[in-house]
């Protein structure tokens, strides 16, 4: 997707995920920035959203990442995103939402 991307990653040391994000960001925007030098205007939000799923859900969990397409074709990820947020009863303010 041209506005988000979604990834499903196990990790066994969840206290290190901030890590792993931070490096994620850093290390694709430098392959960005050197492999496709028209998107020097290229950058991450500043933060980022993170979910656990049950294993149980994984295959779902799949299905939706690689039919993502077409499911955004009907609702937005901003759309989706704050329904989730609703759903599931994250408070959360706006202003400091999607960057």
Do not use: C, P, T
């Amino acid at each position: 997707m041209s506005d988000h991307i979604h990834l499903l990653i196990e990790l066994s040391l969840i206290d290190k995920f901030s890590f792993f994000i931070r490096d994620l960001k850093s290390f694709s925007s430098s392959w960005i920035h050197k492999n496709f030098i028209d998107k020097n205007d290229f950058a991450w939000q500043e933060g980022y959203g993170s979910f656990s799923v049950s294993y149980s859900a994984l295959d779902a969990v799949k299905k939706y990442i690689q039919n993502q397409e077409q499911h955004h074709a009907k609702m937005s990820f901003e759309e989706e995103y704050f329904k989730f947020l609703k759903i599931h009863g994250i408070k959360y303010d706006e202003r400091f939402v999607l960057g």
